[in-house]
């Protein structure tokens, strides 16, 4: 059964980091383009971070760059978000995704994600 687990989150105060995983399953992994929606209390899930299923490019969403920073480790068939300077309104639930293509050159919607993960909460709070 392929699946999608991400684990990493948390409470963290507001300029803080964090690092969210997502392990995913082999064949997913290898043929997937991978990224990060989340979804804050009342609003919609929103995309976040995108990678090619080869790791060389990645799109992020205004509201993250130089902020968020999404890789791939093919040696565990993990996909990680480095996220730095935490704000309030990072405040969600955080879910990993994949999409079967390759690249990834535009935001994504939730309704084009092809797997998603359990999710997991990230509160930024003093």
């Known amino acids: 059964q392929e699946q999608l687990v991400e684990s990493g989150g948390g409470l963290v105060q507001p300029g803080g980091s964090l690092r969210l995983s997502c392990a995913a399953s082999?064949?997913?992994?290898?043929?997937?383009?991978m990224g990060w929606f989340r979804q804050a209390p009342g609003k919609e899930r929103e995309f976040v971070t995108g990678?090619?299923?080869?790791?060389?490019?990645?799109y992020n969403a205004d509201s993250v760059k130089g902020r968020f920073t999404i890789y791939r480790d093919s040696a565990t068939n993990t996909v990680y978000m480095q996220m730095n300077s935490l704000k309030p309104e990072d405040k969600a639930v955080y879910y990993c995704?994949?999409?079967?293509?390759?690249?990834?050159?535009?935001?994504?919607?939730?309704?084009?994600?092809?797997?998603w993960g359990q999710g997991t909460p990230v509160t930024v709070s003093s």
């Open positions: 082999g064949r997913i992994f290898s043929s997937y383009a």
């Open positions: 995704a994949a999409r079967k293509q390759r690249g990834v050159s535009a935001i994504w919607y939730a309704g084009e994600i092809d797997y």
């Open positions: 990678i090619s299923w080869s790791g060389g490019s990645t």
